[in-house]
């Protein structure tokens, strides 16, 4: 029995409506704790590479023809991928995997990182390694997208020395 489009609707403003005199909003959202920097955050051991201590770090894969970016979630996996192999992108470039191939690509990921709200991520790759790394990068940091997560807001306890302010404390 499918339900009209009309019901649908309804049953959507319904639980979307938010009532007079509410003190609170239910947030559904995975990543909110994530983005209110409360997550876990797995550490692993500091002598391992490639190092676990992100929530979502940036690769990138080049082939003798191809680059691919990807965002990778630590515990889900791949959220946003790109890659000078899809047509929309290929279809602009001479060649797959040179200077305007890197530029091109940071463009088009960090597009699709902000189309996805994702404006933070753990980045290992260093700049100097290549030319074409550098251009990626640079393109990726001039469309928004910060290549440092921030550090994790763990909990304070009675006997710590330092008590670091809460970002959504008010203090004035």
């Known amino acids: 029995m499918a339900a009209s489009a009309k019901q649908i609707l309804s049953k959507i403003r319904q639980t979307n409506k938010i009532t007079e005199g509410t003190l609170y909003v239910v947030n559904r959202n995975p990543r909110n704790l994530e983005r209110l920097r409360l997550a876990y955050k797995t ?13 979502h770090r940036l690769e990138l894969n ?18 946003v991928e790109c890659s ?15 200077f305007t191939a890197y530029s091109t690509l940071g463009k088009a990921f960090a597009s699709r990182c902000l189309d996805a709200g994702l404006t933070e991520m753990r980045c ?5 390694a290549s030319v074409k790394v550098d251009a990626f990068l640079r393109a990726v940091e001039e469309s928004g997208i910060r290549l440092q997560e921030p550090e994790r807001i763990r909990p304070t306890y009675s006997w710590d020395m330092e008590r670091p302010e809460k970002p959504w404390e008010v203090t004035e």
């Open 62 to 79: 080049a082939s003798n023809k191809y680059v691919t970016a990807k965002l990778v979630h630590f515990e889900n996996g791949t959220v």
């Open 84 to 98: 000078t192999t899809e047509w929309a992108l290929k279809r602009h470039l001479y060649k797959g995997n040179d």
């Open 124 to 128: 290992d790759l260093k700049a100097t």
């Open 43 to 55: 550490d692993g051991y500091h002598l391992e590479r490639p190092v676990r201590n992100f929530w």
